[in-house]
């Protein structure tokens, strides 16, 4: 059963832009804080950018005034936007909750993953 959905992947040349998407359960969405994650080819899967349990925003550095992590409450979605887009952000890109926001069964939710690819 798949629990995240997520769209908007695709290919693009160096300088343009992306958004993707997932959207999930009422359920997992309330009670779970969502972050993006992505695995280049031949290297570690490593975190984009999240939404800390308190609301707060986190980004790697190398992502740090290009991407736009977000939420929509009503959609039970959560978005990355992705600028200005390099070479090095060519990836699998997958959307997780894995915070539980509250006291109860732990966040463990993983997408599918998402292709990236950035062209010169």
């Known amino acids: 059963q798949v629990q995240l959905v997520e769209s908007g992947g695709g290919s693009v040349q160096a300088g343009g832009s992306l958004k993707l998407s997932c959207v999930t359960s009422?359920?997992?969405?309330?009670?779970?804080?969502m972050g993006w994650y992505r695995q280049a080819p031949g290297k570690e899967r490593d975190l984009v950018s999240r939404i800390r349990t308190d609301g707060t925003t986190s980004y790697a550095d190398s992502v740090k005034g290009r991407f736009t992590i977000s939420q929509d409450n009503a959609k039970n979605a959560l978005y990355l936007q992705m600028s200005s887009l390099k070479t090095e952000d060519t990836a699998v890109y997958y959307c997780?909750?894995?915070?539980?926001?509250?006291?109860?069964?732990?966040?463990?939710?993983w997408g599918q993953g998402t292709q990236v690819t950035v062209s010169s």
């Open positions: 009422r359920y997992i969405f309330s009670r779970c804080a």
């Open positions: 997780a909750a894995d915070r539980a926001k509250t006291w109860g069964p732990p966040c463990n939710y």
